[in-house]
């Protein structure tokens, strides 16, 4: 595929993650914020409930001082976005399911990165799954559309990279 070509569907990509993750934001601000709902599916295995997160993946640095938090969740952000853009774009031979992977990171990152900008910092999270047997419970952290894109992009990325090292293997071994 051809660099314009792969630059127009990566950025359809991203528009469309961007406006699923936005419009869900939407409804998770309207519908569990302002009512403070709490929704539970499949006994208790699904649950929508609102949460804002200052902090990265599982509210990691949500308690730096402002200052720092700003430069490294909106500076840095956007910092390795722009690379990672640039390099979908730029890069002459990349593997399709790369793009994929990449792209979906990139638009999950992008919607984040939008929040953090018109939220004071702070990221729409709504979603958490888990399990409970007796006093014994497992559940994830609260997350988003955007998360998700980022969580299955990175899988596709170590995923093909790990099938490649295996790949290799094989070969040396003929």
């Known amino acids: 595929m051809n660099r314009s070509k792969r630059a127009f569907y990566i950025m359809i990509v991203i528009l469309l993650l961007i406006i699923a993750d936005h419009a869900t934001k939407w409804a998770a601000i309207h519908f ?12 208790n295995l699904f649950r929508l409930e609102y949460a804002e997160n200052k902090g990265a993946f599982l509210s990691l640095g949500a308690e730096l001082p402002a200052g720092i ?27 399709l399911i790369s793009v994929g992977a990449l792209t979906l990171v990139a638009g999950g990152g992008i919607g984040n990165l ?32 955007a998360d998700m894109a980022i969580m299955a992009g ?5 995923s093909h990279e790990l099938l490649n090292l295996r790949k290799g293997d094989i070969e040396e071994k003929k």
């Open 114 to 145: 939008i929040d953090r900008i018109l939220r004071d910092g702070c990221v729409v999270d709504f979603m958490n799954m888990g399990i409970t047997i007796g006093k014994f419970s497992v559940r994830t952290g609260i997350f988003n559309i």
């Open 32 to 43: 569990l914020k302002e009512t403070e709902n709490t929704y539970v599916f499949l006994g």
């Open 69 to 95: 938090r700003t430069l490294l969740m909106i500076g840095f952000n956007t910092l390795v976005l722009t690379g990672l853009l640039c390099y979908l774009f730029a890069v002459k031979h990349i593997a």
């Open 154 to 158: 990175l899988f596709f990325i170590i």
